[in-house]
């Protein structure tokens, strides 16, 4: 049995996935098997992955009949992995020429892990900038006996796929069904993995996260959706069992997800997103406790377009001191 599958969920990843690929492929162990499931793409996806498998014996190639949406793509990659763990990437993300390597050292000399937080650094894919070079700001790695240790060191940050290594049998013994359609699965079952099992946080930034950008791919914003989606991960953690997490771990998390919220507004509001009622009671509903909410997110709400648009321009080319400083504080 291979010790580490490392597993892509893909869906019209042609432009970034060889990228992804290569930094896998460069240093990989025999004893890893690479994992890509195809989200019934419809760009050259498919022709990129099978000419990678004719090169490398230790690529297994799925490929979805059709588009069974984010959150059934990542179960299956897990299931039908071949490793004991599963190591989830993101198919335009790549891994640290030494990052396999630190990751199986670190299986290894913890036995009992259920799961791991990888930490990872973020990138502007189009111009290069790092935007963050460590997300969780942790100086040494972090062995977490308990799953309210962990949710108090990593809060939402495991949120991001490709920090998440989980181990494929206690995958297996979570229900997976209740985080359908949250476009969080893969940090809803990591927090059901660890409920009554150990962990370990990587301090080691060994992910480079090459899809963030302030209106990047990865921002689900059609339709304002990434405010909903940013609820969810919310609701995620308000159902977490107090038997297991603390209120104050809980509520930790929750004002990390908070801090999420302005980026999601500015870049809804830009790509035109109109106000809707329900939308509108549903963050007051889940915001409410935050005074910034009141203060800041949601007269933002209200401000019209052009307003946002000229807001990102100010902030891509820093012309407004004060502005760029709102936001980064967000970004970062």
Not at 37 to 51: G, K, P, Q, V
Not at 180 to 206: D, H, R, V
Not at 280 to 296: A, D, K, Q, V
């Amino acid at each position: 049995m291979n010790k580490l599958t490392i597993g892509i969920p893909i869906y019209n990843g042609a432009n970034t996935i060889s990228e992804t690929l290569n930094s896998v492929l460069k240093n990989i162990p025999l004893n890893v098997e690479v994992l890509v499931s195809d989200n019934a793409s419809t760009d050259d996806t498919r022709n990129i992955i099978e000419s990678y498998c004719k090169k490398y014996t230790q690529i297994t190639y799925y490929r979805n009949d059709v588009n069974l949406g984010a959150d059934a793509n990542f179960d299956l990659v897990v299931k039908r992995a071949a490793g004991e763990f599963v190591w989830l990437l993101g198919d335009d993300d790549e891994i640290h020429p030494n990052g396999i390597e630190l990751i199986l050292n670190a299986i290894n000399s913890y036995p009992k892990i259920s799961a791991l937080f990888v930490n990872y650094c973020l990138y502007d894919r189009k111009s290069g900038v790092c935007l963050n070079p460590k997300v969780l700001k942790i100086d040494a790695d972090v062995f977490c006996e308990t799953a309210d240790q962990f949710l108090n060191v990593a809060t939402v940050y495991p949120n991001f796929i490709s920090s998440i290594v989980v181990k494929k049998s206690r995958w297996g013994e979570c229900s997976s069904s209740n985080l359908f359609g949250t476009n969080w699965l893969q940090y809803g079952m990591l927090l059901k993995i660890i409920e009554f099992n150990q962990s370990i946080c990587i301090a080691n930034p060994i992910v480079i996260n090459r899809g963030v950008e302030f209106n990047g791919p990865n921002e689900f914003n059609r339709n304002g959706a990434a405010i909903p989606i940013l609820m969810n991960l919310i609701d995620i953690l308000n159902a977490l069992p107090r038997n297991v997490y603390s209120l104050s771990a809980i509520n930790k998390a929750k004002g990390e997800a908070h801090r999420f919220l302005l980026r999601k507004i500015f870049s809804s509001k830009r790509d035109g997103l109109k106000i809707n009622f329900q939308l509108m009671m549903g963050m007051i509903s889940t915001f409410r406790c935050y005074p910034t909410f009141w203060l800041l997110e949601l007269p933002l709400m209200l401000m019209p377009r052009a307003f946002h648009y000229l807001a990102w321009r100010a902030y891509k080319f820093k012309n407004i001191s004060w502005l760029n400083r709102l936001i980064g504080r967000f970004w970062n």
